[in-house]
């Protein structure tokens, strides 16, 4: 595809950074970096989302029961803990 446009816009000196540097980090160009920011097919967090409402719900859970003064399992925790940082590395590998 012709990319012969132009388009002039005006940024903060943060922005024009942060631009900057996620350009550097692809090694692309600032204009493909942003043409792929501003064009890429948008992705389906819904199964993420989804994901993080049911840890939420089990946070909820073991949050009740020690407020009542229930132990809980440090299994059970353990395993909430992992499901949380497993859904951050799928949200970092989305965004």
């Known amino acids: ?3 012969d446009k132009r388009i002039g816009i ?3 000196e943060v922005q024009r950074r942060r631009v900057w540097e996620g350009a550097k980090s692809e090694s692309a160009s600032v ?3 942003i ?4 064009f890429a097919p ?3 967090l819904s199964d993420i989302a989804y994901q993080l409402h049911k840890i939420g719900v089990n946070l909820n859970q073991i949050a009740k029961r020690v407020n009542v003064g229930d132990g809980v399992d ?3 925790l353990g395993k909430v803990v992992g499901e949380i940082y497993k859904e951050i590395k799928r949200v970092r590998g989305v965004i």
């Open 1 to 3: 595809m012709k990319h």
């Open 10 to 12: 005006r940024l903060s």
């Open 31 to 33: 204009s493909q970096y």
């Open 35 to 38: 043409r792929d920011r501003m």
């Open 42 to 44: 948008k992705k389906d």
């Open 74 to 76: 440090p299994d059970e």
